[in-house]
């Protein structure tokens, strides 16, 4: 009798746990916008300047505050969502130039990295 009373504990916390924390991970390989995007318009309407530190995702909301972490070389930058990647895309993100070269991966044009969301926007 007292076993499935831990249990349900144990589940109840962690589902509270989960519940409230406040971090997301997503892992997959980083792309970087091409320097003939420059001026162009996003999805969302902004007009993409390779030296900002924003970038295109799947799904998550525009305004979105991402941490993108190069998993070959831990450098870390934080970019906010402005765009959309293809539902096809084989990459988790698109960064601007700027972003990448923060990342220190513009030789390579592509890196593993690794997602965590800072700020979600709920709009």
């Known amino acids: 009798m007292q076993n499935w009373k831990t249990v349900f504990y144990l589940v109840v916390a962690w589902v509270v746990f989960s519940a409230f924390s406040s971090s997301e991970f997503e892992k997959g390989i980083a792309s970087y916008y091409g320097k003939s995007f420059e001026g162009r318009r996003t999805s969302s309407g902004e007009i993409l300047r390779n030296d900002s530190l924003t970038a295109a995702h799947k799904t998550l909301k525009f305004g979105t505050l991402v941490k993108v972490t190069n998993t070959k070389n831990d450098s870390v930058v934080i970019v906010k969502i ?28 592509l890196t593993p990295v690794t997602l965590e969301i800072i700020e979600k926007n709920e709009k």
């Open 82 to 109: 402005n765009d959309r990647l293809p539902k096809s895309s084989s990459r988790v993100i698109d960064l601007t130039l700027g972003a990448a070269k923060k990342l220190n991966f513009i030789r390579a044009g």
